[in-house]
């Protein structure tokens, strides 16, 4: 794995954290989830011809319905959750700030739900992470006196999102992004737009809501993961996810001109110690390490076969050959 070169790390940064004061734009121009289910019916769209002419592989079978479930969280929720709290004046800084602790809050859950084993790093990570949200909101608390329950409906869009990151891990393996994303983008627009005739009423601006829709589904859905997956490819996972530090800073900067949001001493710390907490739980384990975890792995599974000889009978078989 190589470094990530700045000419694919600021793209990356710049899509990410452009989301969020254009969504704020958006909730201005349409409710909440009317916005978040057209921006995801049109993602699915766009992301189901992309993969039909790229002969993308499906999902099938309970890999179909378990990619559904986590897209449900992973966009329905995060997206859902971000555009309500953005809606009842969360400040897009705040909100950027929330749901950057995704890589922090899916380690944790990890290790809870999972069994994977937390470095002291990703526990610091945790630590700092907690101490960063918990600054920003207390900040905006003495700010404006009470607190904004818009604040629950970011974290509840936190929790789906990395729910949903650790729900694909668990159900559905790996899965071909346009095909895939077609399905959970689908899957979501049905579930948040369910919701969407309870809104309370509000007039449509069509021409801001339809430019703000554009950019968050040609650059957010389609170019944003293009050059995130393109990331992947070349630093690894950790790498590429360590750059989601720089998104709060980078939605701070762009609220500022585009909705006139001034970051407060609070978020503004709180902005250092998150991208210290994204820092710390997304560095890769030592190399030491991850051999000696992967050689405890192969020693299990040894130990269990031997203690239940029944379970070769299937193992034991060739697997079967995958042309596609």
Not at 84 to 99: D, E
Not at 149 to 162: D, T
Not at 192 to 209: I, K, S, T, Y
Not at 280 to 287: K, S, V
Request: net charge positive.
């Amino acid at each position: 794995m190589k470094s990530i070169p700045l000419s694919l790390a600021a793209p990356i940064v710049f899509i990410w954290a452009s989301g969020f004061p254009t969504g704020k734009l958006g909730v201005a121009a349409a409710p909440p989830f009317l916005l978040t289910t057209v921006r995801l019916t049109a993602a699915a769209a766009l992301l189901a011809v992309i993969a039909k002419f790229s002969r993308a592989a499906w999902p099938r079978g309970r890999r179909l319905g378990h990619t559904a479930v986590s897209g449900i969280l992973t966009y329905g929720a995060q997206f859902g959750g971000c555009y309500g709290a953005m809606s009842i004046g969360v400040p897009a800084s705040v909100t950027a700030l929330v749901i950057a602790m995704n890589p922090v809050l899916t380690a944790a859950l990890a290790a809870v739900l999972l069994r994977e084993r937390l470095s002291r790093a990703r526990v610091a990570g945790l630590v700092l992470g907690v101490l960063a949200v918990v600054i920003t909101l207390g900040g905006q608390v003495l700010a404006e006196g009470t607190p904004n329950p818009g604040i629950l409906l970011a974290l509840i869009g936190l929790l789906g999102f990395s729910a949903g990151g650790l729900y694909q891990q668990r159900f559905c393996g790996p899965i071909d992004p346009r095909a895939g994303g077609a399905v959970q983008s689908a899957a979501a627009a049905v579930a948040v737009g369910v919701l969407a005739p309870f809104e309370h009423g509000q007039d449509v601006h069509w021409a801001q809501a339809t430019a703000v829709l554009v950019w968050l589904v040609l650059a957010g859905s389609v170019l944003g993961t293009t050059c995130y997956l393109r990331a992947v490819a070349v630093g690894g996972a950790s790498r590429a996810s360590s750059l989601f530090s720089a998104v709060p800073p980078g939605a701070a900067l762009l609220a500022w001109p585009l909705l006139g949001e001034t970051p407060t001493p609070a978020v503004l710390i709180g902005i250092a110690l998150g991208a210290a907490a994204c820092l710390l739980g997304t560095r890769p384990e030592p190399a030491a390490r991850r051999a000696r975890s992967r050689l405890e792995s192969t020693l299990s599974v040894s130990v269990h076969q031997e203690a239940h000889p029944e379970a070769l009978s299937s193992a034991e078989q060739p697997p079967a050959q995958n042309n596609h």
